[in-house]
């Protein structure tokens, strides 16, 4: 298979910003098709649809890009190697259940994503060809940018369902024509892990560059940050790590899975968050 992911270097001169796009792609190998039984269109849905164009103007800005181009249903990246249960492979963490760990084991609509359990040796080679490669990229750049500014800001840029549905109910929303028992996300929700894994300044100017677009913001809330904060971010060693999760109502029509007419206007705010990051690391505090 080809290398599963893209690193874009920056066109402009560099700046310690590293963008990192782990659920865009929607590759999925010959080798991984046997156990799968997900329907087509949770392989669309269940991605970050875009989020490497939204983000396109990034390297512009003196930012490094890393983009995945696997499917998260070949393993995702945004997850620990110890995530694992033995509902989804032989042999796993009989203390851990987790419907979207390492490998998902249902879709986000509740449908079966596997056909039996992995063998480990199925698991190894997942790790090796996709996730370990991904990691040491990802690792190397930040590594880089220590080495050359004395710190590293990783974007980690996701986006998610705009509604999120609840099981009591407790809210109804008019999406399509249709009421639905939902949620309704906010716009931007910036994941910190509790504001642990990045200098305050660094999350304040993701939440007020938001605010100056005029769209809504809920730190932590429903994602507080996957893998790539938890282990990379550590402020008092340089390095921050900031998830932002866009709703998708603010690029894409959520039912067609295409760009909506705003789309334009989400990519520019994308790109001057990564230009604004870039100047604020340049002002050291």
């Known amino acids: 298979m080809r290398a599963p992911f893209e690193l874009v270097e920056p066109v402009g001169p560099e ?11 929607l590759e999925l190998p010959a080798a991984f098709l046997e156990t799968l039984t997900a329907p087509a269109r949770a392989l669309g849905r ?3 649809l875009y989020v490497d164009a939204l983000y396109e103007g990034a390297p512009a800005t003196g930012a490094s890009m890393l983009i995945a181009r696997a499917s998260r249903y070949v393993v995702d990246l945004n997850r620990a190697e110890a995530d694992v249960d033995g509902d989804v492979v032989e042999g796993g963490r009989a203390d851990l259940q987790m419907n979207h760990g390492l490998v998902w084991r249902l879709t986000s609509d509740g449908e079966p994503a596997l ?3 992995l063998r480990l040796e ?7 060809l996709v996730w370990r490669p991904y990691h040491r990229a990802l690792a190397g750049l930040i590594a880089r940018k220590r080495e050359r500014f004395g710190v590293a800001i990783i974007l980690a840029a996701h986006s998610m369902p705009s509604v999120e549905r609840l099981p009591d109910g407790s809210r109804r929303t008019q999406i ?3 009421t639905v ?3 309704v996300r906010a716009d931007v929700v910036p994941g910190t892990r509790g504001r642990r894994s990045a200098d305050a300044r660094f999350i304040d100017a993701v939440e007020q560059h938001a605010a100056a677009r005029g769209w809504s913001v809920r730190h932590d809330d429903p994602y507080s940050g996957g893998f790539t904060t938890q282990h990379y971010g550590r402020p008092k060693d340089g390095v921050h790590a900031i ?4 709703a998708r109502r603010l690029y894409l029509d959520e039912a067609t899975l295409r760009p ?13 968050l990564v230009a604004r990051l870039g100047q604020l690391a340049a002002c050291r505090p």
């Open 46 to 48: 269940d991605a970050d």
């Open 122 to 128: 199925e698991l190894e080679e997942r790790l090796e």
């Open 115 to 117: 056909s039996r359990r």
């Open 181 to 183: 028992d939902a949620r």
């Open 176 to 178: 399509r024509s249709q």
């Open 260 to 272: 909506n007419q705003n789309f334009a206007l989400a990519s520019s705010w994308c790109c001057e």
């Open 243 to 246: 998830q932002v999760e866009l």
């Open 15 to 25: 700046t310690p910003i590293i963008v990192e796009v782990p659920h865009a792609g």
